[in-house]
Every structure is written in C-alpha cells, then in structure tokens.
Nanobody
C-alpha cells in the first residue's frame, strides 16, 4: 500500500485545513487508518484514528474537539479536517494504515504498517 498525503500548507491561527490521504496498491477498506504528527525535535504524536467500520473515531487530547478524521472506503481516501488551528499544531502530518489493530494499540506508531511521506502544516499567529 502506498499512501500520499496532501492539503498541508500555511494558515493563520484560528484557521482551518483539510488533509487528504490517498491510498493505492490495494483498498484500505479493511485497515485501521490514523493520522500522526511530528514537530521538530519531538516524537511522533498520535492525532486520530478510525477503525475500518468508520463508526468510532479516536483522538489525541491535544486535538479533541477541533480535528475530525473520516474515510471514504470506496475511494481509499482518508481525511483530517482541522479547525481552530493553533501554533502548536505546526508539524509534519503523516497518514498511516494497518490491519489487526486493537484499541489499545492505535496510538502507537509502530503498530501501523504503512506510512505516507508526510505533509507540512504551519500555523502562524
């Protein structure tokens, strides 16, 4: 599976961005999908995850209430809608996918088998 993120860029604090992750190689319909981010000098941080059913989404505490993860299985695309962006949201955002994840593992990067190359999000005040 190849994952390609898009939609990153520069935005002022309080603004919004929508990231997309397009999969190719095989459908993502059976995968758990997630978004992570990594700021300079920091570890990769869990942002959001969605199981293959799409019925339950999970978020990191820092983004809860502001970010929304969604998926279109027919198009093998995953989205991350981000609103009320803050300077501390500045990071490279990565899309990830994997199978057989359980709830206790979705926040752990090593549990995901496939990763995109990342897209930069810069929030300025």
């Amino acid at each position: 599976v190849q994952l390609v993120e898009s939609g990153g860029g520069w935005v002022q604090a309080g603004g919004s961005l929508r990231l997309s992750c397009q999969a190719s190689g095989r459908p993502l319909s059976r995968d758990t999908v997630g978004w992570f981010r990594q700021a300079p000098g920091k570890e990769r941080e869990f942002v959001a995850a969605l199981f293959r059913s799409g019925s339950n989404a999970y978020y990191g505490d820092a983004v809860k209430g502001r970010f929304t993860i969604s998926r279109n299985n027919a198009e093998s695309t995953v989205y991350l809608q981000m609103i009320s962006l803050k300077r501390e949201d500045t990071a490279v955002y990565y899309c990830a996918a994997g199978r057989s994840l359980i709830l206790s593992s979705i926040r752990t990067p090593a549990q995901y088998s496939y990763w995109g190359q990342g897209t930069q999000v810069t929030v300025s005040s």
